[in-house]
């Protein structure tokens, strides 16, 4: 058998032609955990195979696989549209393996048996109640085995309450994804006795609510009515979420493979795979499944778990590769390590021939089979998540290396770069389907709490391979970059719309990116901004060739523009030259899934079509009058000549239609009225721009000497307007309780007052008094002391002048 290089071998060096033609870009590479020159096994240098690990297809992609597959397409974009190497991109769809088998099946027996129970008769509350046991019994053993319905709650909240709280389960340390598990499992078995409680329900809410503890207990009970040869069971359900995939991932703007490939399609190639491996000497049966021997690997020199050697070990990582195999006994194993590569048929699994008896394949074979019969025996990138490291990757990269060892073979190095992506948590915790603690991404597009563009931009300004947890401030500085982006696109877009409008008259200077002048012109840009492009983009090269830095890169488009937007003097070649190579970066990270070659900048930043014939005339007509207003006369025959009628190409153009007539008659009843002042006009303004516009979606930004911006009203402006308008009511609240806490605060002290100082002093306390009424013997008789009398006074003084203050205020 051919020995196996255990150390990695960097490609072959290329020739000096092909080595100029390099970018020389290095990429932080899995198998030699650091930065490594790439180099690609094309001999010119050029074309690139790579295989990337697809979704496992059983439920909708979820925030956890947008970090994946947006990051990894964010790679390939820079691979392909910056540095301009052919990549050829392979992706697997994971359409068998025991997820998907056992989710598949539980559906297909429960939609079965729902079909048979049309009304939530006592025989289905009777087989819910022993679901809702068997759950509670397996799931959540501190409830003990005779839970009922009925009293789920005080005992979920007596054994598990401090879960629920945020602790973990023993108290010692902070929870992880074993307190999420309990979670998901309370808040099921939660639902389940919800459901039996209520005594009236239609059977759709009630098969809804008790779903998950019914799916696996009339699994237990059925699963052998499933044939292995009916495929279609199975196939259904990947079909459907595989479609839902690519629906996400082009929402995303994430592109498609060049090449899907899917297990259910390989059956007999990866059997002739495994057979392959068998032959030369490095794979075993047992009981019609066939084993992977990691001894016999290393014995003739391979090396195993070159990824995550400290791994390769861990039972429970391994038990996790290996699925329901993991429950079998593994005396029979020549090493502890040793992993599946064709499992035997159980029942109610989906089944092919082989050498070995009907049996599926394992999950880490299909990959292997797949991407050496679309790259050959060696390929330049294999991705994705990190959690695919081990033992799928090494186990992966094993399994495909003993392959091409065949005897008098020279020895080959499957992949040459394994590029990981870092998770996503959310909490905490990894997101995953397992835990159902995602938020699927068609949830997160929907409710608005992301955009394609917010959600891509979020990842650029995190590192691909580091794990990032989506916080307040991750997605604040997120915002914040897109805002100083969109802001500086839409005036660079006024830009060019007024040149056109009015030829080389604005080939003068921008006042520090506020707008330009409309006429005059200065040669030149500020000397601070000289040579500040051809920086940026040296800058920005370096990043993206030191291992895909994108976090550098974003930091310097932003850098660029702010030194653009705080110089005062820019020429208008200069703004628009940095404004395009921003465009071109912007693009090439998929900022922009509609972008037009001849467009500045992203999309979204126009105002509607429809509604241009009539804005950008009404904008330079308040222009005119706002510019007449303060300089103290509104000259109305002057202005007369603005105030025709603006026809609309269609009906959807007609509300931005009406809002220019309007304030044209507006105007017009301004003029007719002679005592009509120049803060009238002025107040007629503000109310296009912060009332009838701004219901239209759109927004002016008034600048001084200089033409209204007009722009789409962002959430960013509405926020910023609801702050102001919170913080104004909150000024206004605070500002008229302390009027009422001052008015109290005086009525307190004329209330006070009523009380004369005559009789201030004739209480209990003491016995007589004087004609003032200050006391001169207390209760017992004795004669009130001198230093007593003394304060007693000052309080009689205090309470005199209260009284004479209220005597005041009750008029004559």
Known sequence: MATVQPEWRSPPAPSAQVQQRLPGLSVYNSLTRSKTPFVPIDPDGQKVGWYACGPTVYDDAHLGHARNYVSTDIIRRILTDYFRFHVTFVMNITDVDDKIILAARQQYLLSQWLARHTVVDQEMRDMTTQAFAAYSEKNLPLLGAEVLPGSYD????????????????????????????????????????????????????????????????????????????????????????????????????????????????????????????????????????????????????????????????????????????????????????????????????????????????????????????????????????????????????????????????????????????????????????????????????????????????????????????????????????EDKLDNFFIKVRDIQRRRDEHGQALDGLANGLHGLSTNGSTNGSGAALDGALEDAKSKFHNALCDSFDTPTSMRVISDLITAYNSEKKVSNDALLLAAQWATDMVVMFGLDGDHQEARMGWSGLDIPEQAKLSVYPLAQLRDRVREQAKAGKVDFSELSESLGDKDTADVAGQPYANAHAAFQHKLAELASNPDTSPKDYLAACDNVRDTVLWNLDIYLEDRDGLPALVRPLSQSLREERANKESAAASKAAAKEKAKVDAAAAEQGKLDKGKLSHLELFRTSEYSAWDAEGMPTHDVEGKEVAKSRTKKLRKEWERQRKAHEGWLATQGP
Request: net charge negative; proline share 3%; charged share 25%.
């Open 154 to 481: 005080q005992q979920a909240s007596r054994a598990y309450g401090h879960v629920l709280q945020g602790e973990s389960l023993d108290r010692q340390g902070p929870p992880g994804d074993k307190e999420a598990k309990i979670k998901m499992h309370l808040r099921t078995a939660d639902s389940a006795a919800q459901a039996l409680k209520a005594t009236r329900s239609s059977t759709e809410v009630f098969a809804a609510k008790v779903s998950g503890v019914l799916l696996p207990y009339i699994d237990s009970l059925e699963k052998h009515t499933v044939s292995g040869k009916d495929h279609d069971i199975f196939t259904t359900l990947t079909k459907r979420y595989e479609q839902r995939f690519f629906d996400d991932m082009e929402s995303l703007n994430v592109r498609t493979p060049d090449k899907v490939t899917r297990v259910t399609e390989y059956g007999q190639q990866i059997v002739d795979f495994v057979r392959a491996i068998e032959v030369n000497g490095y794979a075993y049966e047992h009981e019609g499944s066939v084993y992977y021997d990691t001894h016999a690997w290393e014995s003739s020199g391979g090396v195993y778990a070159r990824l995550e050697p400290w791994n390769r070990n861990d039972k429970e990582l391994q038990q996790d590769g290996e699925g329901s195999l993991s429950t079998k006994t593994t005396g029979f194993k020549r090493s502890g390590a040793d992993f599946a590569l064709w499992k035997a048929s159980k029942e109610g699994e989906p089944s092919w021939s082989s050498p070995w008896g009907e049996g599926r394949p394992g999950w880490h074979i299909e990959c292997s089979a797949m991407a050496s019969d679309i790259l050959g025996k060696q390929f330049d990138i294999h991705s994705g998540g990190i959690d695919l490291a081990f033992p799928h990757h090494d186990n992966e990269l094993a399994q495909s290396e003993a392959y091409w060892a065949h005897k008098g073979c020279e020895s080959v190095q499957w992949v040459n770069y394994f590029l990981h992506m870092g998770h996503l948590s959310i909490q905490g915790s990894k997101m995953s389907k397992s835990l159902k603690n995602f938020t699927t991404v068609r949830e997160a597009i929907a409710k608005g709490d992301f955009t394609p563009r917010g959600l891509r931009i979020v990842f650029l300004l995190g590192a691909w391979r580091d794990g990032l947890e989506i916080t307040g401030e991750v997605v604040k500085a997120g915002k914040a970059w």
